[in-house]
């Protein structure tokens, strides 16, 4: 299993960031995805996540704000942020739990600065 992340970086507040996660090494259109991201010094907060048959969920903090898609043909979950905030600022990562195993990947930076 592989997952690579894209598409950090740094935007003022109310800009707007795409991330992606490439990823390889398992049946991704059958696999439930998942975005998380951590800030400095806080624990690592569960953002948004699509399941095979493209339900999405997210925390409140985001909703209206991000959206979570998938390319089931290239293997690739998206995270569209929108009105970003200060307080969106963290390293944010793709997840997905496969036969009892979690996988990660390493994370991409995305920081919102006035």
């Known amino acids: 299993v592989r997952l690579v992340e894209s598409g950090g970086g740094l935007v003022q507040p109310g800009g707007s960031l795409r991330l992606s996660c490439a990823t390889s090494?398992?049946?991704?259109?059958?696999?439930?995805m998942s975005w998380y991201r951590q800030a400095p010094g806080n624990q690592r907060e569960w953002v948004a996540t699509?399941?095979?048959?493209?339900?999405?969920y997210y925390t409140d903090s985001v909703k209206g704000r991000f959206t979570i898609s998938r390319d089931n043909a290239i293997n690739t979950v998206y995270l569209q942020m929108n009105s970003l905030k200060p307080e969106d600022t963290a390293i944010y990562s793709c997840y997905l739990r496969r036969n009892g195993v979690d996988f990660w990947g390493q994370g991409t930076q995305v920081t919102v600065y006035s």
């Open positions: 699509i399941t095979a048959g493209k339900n999405t």
């Open positions: 090494g398992f049946g991704f259109s059958v696999t439930t």
